[in-house]
Every structure is written in structure tokens, then in C-alpha cells.
């Protein structure tokens, strides 16, 4: 520019009033995507809030879900509980949980953190996405990014760590300590949660044995799987039922899976199934939101009931954003115990087409988006 900024003001983000982002005016399917260059320029409403300039993103299943309007009611009463704003202020909304990039902004409180901190975040769903040039997130939500790791690698990461990490040791009780010999196994195995999963309980000495298509099991044997079983090449449950039992079940894939897998759990020795296919939001959106918690209540309560009286434990897991695991994930990246998965890299102007990519299916891995390279 020609003139010098006014008292450094211009050259500070706070001068700023908009910048460029994917949004959403409506649910509903890909031609709902805009791309618009005067989205609000977050600004930091609690002490405790980050503003990180987004360098990486990527995509997850709930992206998906969340352009469609799938939880939408739940999600709302989450951004507004107190029904304080009009109806429809979610719009325009920008998408995209992960993120890796740079601390522009602390707020007062925040001294774990300082302008210029490489960092990785998932950013929950009832916040503004991570789509966007820049974006908000709380402090405990942040960690440092792990330092062997370029931003595009990282990006592919926190959404889907802390989700499998939420299965496997916050609801699933595994970790570094109890893990070694333990037999793991592991349905839907080739996408983001599958290929983190896999190798987080092979670094603590389990022994895994990976569900996924026949095209997926080179990587699946790459990423330590010491059995690979293909789900298309015959009867799933019959070819199971040859194995030995398992001591633990992570279950990405839900449906009619659920009904003959618990069959292959050890009974009666705190074998546990931890499915990762809720109907909570959905229940939410259909029933409305205190209903909706009850059916899912009882549904899993039934559920509970059922199978430890079959000896065995069922439970849900879901994604929980948290700064303190993402530092223990960093560490297992960092000691190369954990490698990103990514299938496809897209630039910042190709978003649309990263989510065509994701909504095909087969997956193999990560769909990562270059937010900073101006392509």
C-alpha cells in the first residue's frame, strides 16, 4: 500500500471487518455452498478465545450431515439456549471443524497461548466453522501443533484423533498402560476415525484386527493392522466368527453390524462395544430437544441393560473438543506413533469439490483443504 498505516491500526486484524469464508444461507445439498469475501470478522467475545488464521482444513462425515441440516435443532439450542436471538441466526453459517494455522489474538486470560503459536483445533459444531480465513476457538479447545507436521498434515487430524480417542479411552477405558495383547477390532477401518483408531491402540501394544474394503488393506497393513478383513469378499460375521474373540469393538459403521458384532466380544470379562453411530441429533431434530434426549435415554439404556446382562458392555461415544488431548495426540504424532492419512488435498477455492469427493464415499483417509495458498 501506499500510506503508511495510521498508528499501526490498519495493520492489526482488529481493523478488519470482513473476510473471505464458505457459507451456507440454507440446508440442503452442494449448491447450497457460497463462497463470499465479507463474512464477519470474528471477534473475541470471552477472555478465554483464540483467534487463529486458518492455514489448513479439512472435511469429516459431519460436514456433510451439517450442510443437510442434520442436527440442527439440537445445534441451535446449543449456539442460543436461552432463545435470545431470532429464528434463523445461524445463517450465514461456515463449516469445517479442523484447523491448523497461526494465534493472531488472545483474549485477556488466555496465557497458555501467544500471537504466532502454531496450533491445531477441532472447533465444536455449534460454533462458526473453520472454512474461513480466520477463526474463533476457546482456549481449552487449542493445542499446539505438532511440530513435525506441515499445517495441511496437522488439518487432517484433531476432529477425527479426539473422536477415536473419546471411544477408545474416555468411553472405551483403553490406554498406553492396559492395552499391550489386548485384541481390538476395529469396522469401518479406512476412513479419518478408522485410520486413527487403528494405529492409537497398536502404539499402546494391542493387537488389531481392521475391517475395511479389499482396496484399503495395503494402507491398513501400512498403518499396523496385523489383520485386514474385507467386507465385500464374503459373508462379514461368518469370516469373524473364525477369529478369535475380542476384547474390545470400535464400531464406525452401525446398522445391522450391531446385531451379530457384540457376538464377538469375550463375555463376562469387561469387554466392551463402543459404537460411534448415535441417533442423538437425530432424535433431537425429530422429536425435539427434551424428547428427544429421553429416546435417546432410553434407547441406550435398553441397550445397556440388554448386553451387560449378556456380559458384555455397550456404550456410545461421540467427539468431544479438547485442548489436553489433542496435546497427548501431538505427542504420539511427534514420537511417530500417529501419521495423517490424507486421500486428497484441495485448495481453498475447490471446497465445493472437496465435498463431492467426501459425499462418494471410500475414503481412504483424509480430505484436507490448503485454506492459505492462493491457488
Known amino acids: 500500500g501506499g500510506q503508511p498505516p495510521v498508528r499501526g491500526l490498519r495493520a492489526s486484524p482488529r481493523a478488519r471487518s470482513a473476510m473471505p469464508s464458505w457459507v ?17 470478522f470474528p471477534i473475541i467475545h470471552f477472555p478465554n478465545e483464540v483467534i487463529i488464521k486458518v492455514h489448513a482444513a479439512s472435511l469429516n462425515p459431519i460436514d456433510l450431515s451439517m450442510r443437510s441440516g442434520y442436527g440442527a435443532t439440537a445445534l441451535n439450542m446449543k449456539r442460543d439456549p436461552l432463545k435470545l436471538k431470532s429464528a434463523d441466526t445461524e445463517f450465514p453459517l461456515t463449516l469445517g471443524r479442523d484447523v491448523s494455522g497461526v494465534v493472531m ?4 486470560s488466555v496465557s497458555y497461548f501467544k500471537p504466532g503459536d502454531e496450533v491445531w483445533a477441532a472447533i465444536p459444531p455449534w460454533k462458526q466453522g473453520t472454512l474461513s480465513e480466520f477463526v474463533v476457538a476457546s ?12 499445517h495441511t498434515e496437522a488439518a487432517s487430524l484433531p476432529y477425527v484423533g479426539l473422536t477415536a480417542w473419546s471411544a477408545v479411552n ?23 476415525v478408522g485410520t486413527f483408531a487403528v494405529q492409537l491402540v497398536k502404539a499402546w501394544g494391542a493387537h488389531v484386527t481392521a475391517v475395511c474394503s479389499h482396496d484399503a488393506s495395503t494402507l491398513m497393513k501400512k498403518l499396523g493392522a496385523d489383520d485386514v478383513i474385507d467386507y465385500k469378499s ?15 469393538i470400535l464400531d464406525n459403521v ?16 469387561g469387554a466392551t462395544y463402543v459404537t460411534l ?15 428427544g434426549m429421553l429416546q435417546t435415554g432410553v434407547t441406550v439404556g435398553s441397550k445397556t441393560v440388554k448386553h451387560l446382562f449378556r456380559g458384555v458392555h455397550y456404550r456410545w461415544a461421540f467427539f468431544v473438543p479438547s485442548g ?34 467426501l459425499e462418494g464415499g471410500h475414503a481412504r483417509g483424509k480430505t484436507v483443504i490448503d485454506v492459505i495458498s492462493k491457488k
Open 234 to 248: 464374503g459373508n462379514l460375521e461368518e469370516q469373524l466368527k473364525t477369529l478369535p474373540l475380542f476384547d474390545f
Open 277 to 291: 453411530v448415535t441417533p442423538f441429533l437425530i432424535n433431537m431434530d425429530k422429536l425435539g430437544v427434551a424428547d
Open 24 to 40: 451456507i444461507d440454507r440446508y440442503g445439498r452442494n449448491d447450497v455452498l457460497r463462497f463470499t469475501r465479507d463474512m464477519v
Open 170 to 192: 474416555q468411553v472405551g477405558g483403553l490406554n498406553r498402560s492396559n492395552c499391550s495383547g489386548k485384541r481390538v477390532l476395529i469396522l469401518g477401518a479406512s476412513g479419518g
Open 254 to 269: 452401525g446398522g445391522s453390524t450391531e446385531k451379530w458384532a457384540l457376538d464377538l466380544l469375550k463375555k463376562w470379562s
Open 324 to 357: 489436553p488431548s489433542l496435546d497427548e495426540i501431538a505427542e504420539l504424532v511427534d514420537s511417530g506413533k500417529i501419521q495423517p492419512v490424507i486421500d486428497q488435498v484441495f485448495s481453498f477455492s475447490e471446497v465445493p469439490k472437496a465435498f463431492l469427493k
Open 105 to 108: 489474538e488472545c483474549g485477556l
Open 139 to 150: 482456549g481449552n479447545e487449542v493445542s499446539f501443533k505438532p511440530k513435525c507436521l506441515s
